[in-house]
């Protein structure tokens, strides 16, 4: 079973400049979610979707952030504008409604640095 | 308002040793528990949970504790190994379905 697919791994932009991620999710997971991490703290969540509908996007900076999934499938997080204060981890996960409760799983995340 | 605490930002043990990662929660509606682990450039891994009906999860040499009263969890890993080294980081939630709340993890070293 192929895991969560995250692109691009790395990326480096200017303050200002706007920046865009994408996930794969694990084939029939339903939930997905966006988390980020910044150096030396645990991962914060941004936004979480039910297939194709927001659950819970309490904690994203809506002036900047913005997230989508299309189809229920994979998604796209995107900054606009970019703050210096946005370098950090992104990293994206899926779950299941079935299996072990509420255990989500991860991908590699996007390593953002704003210069 | 940090939730979830984890006071100890790395520990270093002796492979063979015991290693037990501590974790303290402020939020008296968590009922679900997790522990992750995450190696450098991947993302976190989920290692064991447990609910708050009871007070212990084992699965092989990881076991995690629970002291509600005390709104604290533990994880012991025996005997350690050396690829056990990663960070460790607690997550809680209110429940099925309900957002985890994450601490900042703990820096696992285990040297030969």
């Known amino acids: 079973e192929a895991g969560v697919a995250q692109s691009p791994r790395y990326k480096i932009i200017e303050k200002r400049q706007s920046v865009a991620f994408w996930c794969n999710p694990i084939s029939g997971h339903a939930t997905l979610y966006w988390y980020q991490q910044i150096l030396g703290q645990g991962p914060k969540l941004l936004i979480q979707f039910q297939n194709n509908g927001v659950v819970d996007d309490s904690q994203l900076p809506k002036d900047r952030f913005s997230a989508e999934r299309l189809k229920g499938v994979d998604s796209t997080l995107k900054i606009q504008p970019a703050k210096l204060e946005d370098s950090a981890v992104y990293l994206c996960?899926?779950?299941?409604?079935?299996?072990?409760?509420?255990?989500?799983?991860f991908g590699p995340g996007t390593r953002l640095t704003v210069l | 308002d940090q939730q979830v605490k984890q006071n100890s930002p790395s520990l270093s043990v002796q492979e063979g040793r015991i290693s037990i990662l501590n974790c303290d929660y402020t939020n008296s509606m968590f009922d679900y528990f997790l522990w992750y682990k995450k190696y450098p450039a991947e993302g976190p891994t989920f290692l064991i949970s447990?609910?708050?009906?009871?007070d212990k999860n084992e699965d092989g040499r990881f076991t995690v504790f629970l002291n509600k009263s005390a709104k604290h969890l533990s994880l012991h890993i025996v005997p350690s190994q050396p690829g056990d080294s990663a960070v460790y980081f607690c997550a809680a939630n209110r429940g099925y379905g309900q957002n985890f709340v994450f601490g900042p993890g703990t820096r696992l070293s285990v040297l030969p």
């Open positions: 996960a899926s779950s299941s409604l079935t299996g072990i409760p509420d255990t989500q799983y």
């Open positions: 447990i609910s708050s009906i009871k």
